[in-house]
């Protein structure tokens, strides 16, 4: 499939007349062909229009027909074959294993939400029957089901080009829910965004859905995204990214006549809590496996382990000396781009010029551009509760170890952070009182607490949550990761003594649909 430079709205391809952006191989600094005219308020309003008359269409289709559109994406991903692999790897750096992995989880997490759409427990049916007998008061006929909330915008995601861009977790769930989707893709990667785009806009075409199911745009700069989350069309907005970009967005949908729900994924340095016991029976067990989590992928994932704390004395000394030995054989990797390559090198310096940090090793210095070289740091607890500097999420395979003076210190450590996406528990069976006083501190401050695993790798599964308290997230009730994603892009309706004839089909007595029911508080199906 061409690449021609074009943005999708509806059933049409668009040439943009605003500034041009085009992809940059981070790896050589080559820019790369074609160039994307930019979109600006004349087509998010075309785009949004489409999804506001799609709406009331799409929302209402039948479970299977929904469920064989989001399947069909999957397979026009798929048939994309090479062209889609080398394309993101041009514009991203990453090697092709992680790109044909990530292929894979964009697949299946657009299967998932198949089969959660036919298994229809996302309409959370609740019917109450009439009692007119009832006294003192009778009791009307009252049944629930969960609609669609609108069109959403949808930000493609630096870090990952596939699995939280075009067709990434976002738009498979809100697709998924029977929202209509307008894409802001991210100008790092807009070669892969228009091949994932056009493989969405052929599976709306077959599926003889309404052309304003989905949309993608570009634009460099800010006006596009702040254009889309103020349009009057769109209902919620999916974002992963920066704290700046996302409380941006926040401020913009908050202050809209309309306000509506940003469900933005933003920092998080996901702290690893490294016991006694485990430190002294397998420290440098733990400390590869820890170095191998940070230095994964140049450290470029949301649930990298930024944090480490443990007590002070011989045994964390030998955890860094062998950690420290590890990371001197982590080679150069390529950031995603210059940007975060600046950023990343701009929060080290940050972290070395700091005269309560002390540098404990540092990976192999990269020759060329933009590659991230890897470090590891250490303070004490105290300095890190009074340096609200050292809280700061450094994006890359960059670590700072806390050190304390006690196991009571872990808890002032822990009250003092902020919103996590993921908190880790490292310990063995000496530890399980400790991590016991600490698990409600970790609860209140992460979406997903781990026990002796590391924190990246996130799989989509029905009971994963990848959110958290802010700013790991801007709504700490809500997972962009998994089944339950869902839930972010639907809404609850009650009709009360509606006649038969015009219940939707969720609700009628025959439940046609077959799908699980609260009736009359009693669980059915």
């Known amino acids: 499939m061409q690449i021609t430079g074009e943005m999708l709205i509806g059933a049409r391809a668009v040439r943009g007349q605003a500034k041009a952006i085009q992809g940059i191989n981070p790896a050589t600094g080559e820019s790369l062909a074609p160039a994307f005219g930019g979109g600006g308020q004349a087509e998010v309003d075309q785009a949004c229009a489409l999804a506001a008359q799609a709406f009331d269409t799409f929302r209402e289709t039948a479970p299977e027909a929904r469920a064989a559109f989001i399947e069909a994406i999957a397979e026009n991903i798929l048939s994309l074959g090479d062209a889609l692999i080398e394309r993101a790897m041009a514009e991203s750096g990453l090697p092709r294993a992680r790109l044909e992995g990530e292929r894979g989880r964009t697949v299946g997490q657009l299967r998932l939400f198949a089969a959660v759409v036919r298994a229809g427990n996302w309409l959370d049916v609740r019917i109450d029957p009439a009692m007119p007998d009832r006294a003192p008061l009778p009791r009307a006929d009252l049944r629930l089901r969960q609609i669609a909330l609108g069109p959403v915008a949808v930000f493609g995601a630096s870090n990952f080009p596939l699995a939280f861009s075009v067709a990434g977790g976002d738009t498979a769930s809100a697709l998924a829910a029977g929202c209509p989707v307008v894409v802001k893709a991210h100008s790092a990667h807009p070669g892969t965004s228009e091949l994932v785009g056009r493989a969405i806009q052929q599976a709306v075409t077959d599926a003889g859905l309404p052309e304003g199911v989905f949309s993608l745009l570009f634009g460099s700069g800010k006006d596009v995204g702040a254009n889309l989350v103020g349009h009057p069309a769109i209902k919620a907005v999916g974002f992963t990214g920066s704290r700046s970009g996302g409380t941006a967005l926040m401020t913009i949908a908050a202050n809209r006549p309309e306000p509506i729900p940003v469900y933005a994924e933003m920092s998080s340095i996901n702290p690893v809590f490294l016991l006694p016991a485990a430190l002294q029976t397998r420290g440098d067990a733990i400390a590869k496996g820890f170095v191998g989590s940070l230095a994964m992928g140049a450290g470029q994932f949301c649930t990298n382990p930024g944090l480490v704390i443990a007590v002070e004395g011989p045994e964390l000394d030998q955890f860094l000396q062998t950690a420290a030995a590890a990371l001197a054989e982590v080679a150069p990797q390529t950031m995603l781009t210059p940007g975060i390559h600046q950023a990343y090198s701009e929060g080290v310096a940050q972290l070395k010029g700091n005269a309560a940090v002390t540098a404990v090793g540092e990976g192999v210095a990269g020759q060329g551009p933009n590659q991230c070289q890897a470090g590891l740091y250490v303070t004490s607890a105290e300095a890190f509760l009074t340096d609200e500097r050292l809280c700061d999420e450094v994006f890359g395979a960059s670590s700072l170890v806390i050190?304390?003076?006690?196991?009571?210190?872990?808890?002032?450590?822990?009250?003092?952070?902020?919103?996590?996406?993921?908190?880790?528990?490292?310990?063995?069976?000496?530890?399980?009182?400790?991590?016991?006083?600490?698990?409600?501190?970790?609860?209140?401050?992460?979406?997903?607490?781990?026990?002796?695993?590391?924190?990246?790798?996130?799989?989509?599964?029905?009971?994963?949550v990848h959110g958290g308290p802010f700013p790991a997230t801007s709504d700490s009730r809500t997972t962009s990761v998994g089944s339950a994603a869902i839930l972010r892009f639907l809404r609850p309706v009650c009709y009360q003594d509606l006649p038969a004839a015009l219940l939707p089909t969720a609700l009628q007595d025959a439940n046609p649909l077959g799908v699980r029911r609260l009736f009359d508080g009693r669980n059915e199906g």
Not at 421 to 447: H, Y
């Open 403 to 464: 050190k304390c003076r006690s196991t009571e210190e872990f808890a002032h450590v822990a009250e003092h952070l902020e919103g996590q996406l993921t908190a880790t528990l490292l310990l063995d069976d000496a530890d399980i009182e400790q991590a016991r006083a600490l698990l409600p501190v970790l609860e209140r401050k992460a979406g997903r607490i781990l026990c002796n695993a590391y924190p990246t790798g996130v799989e989509v599964c029905h009971s994963m």
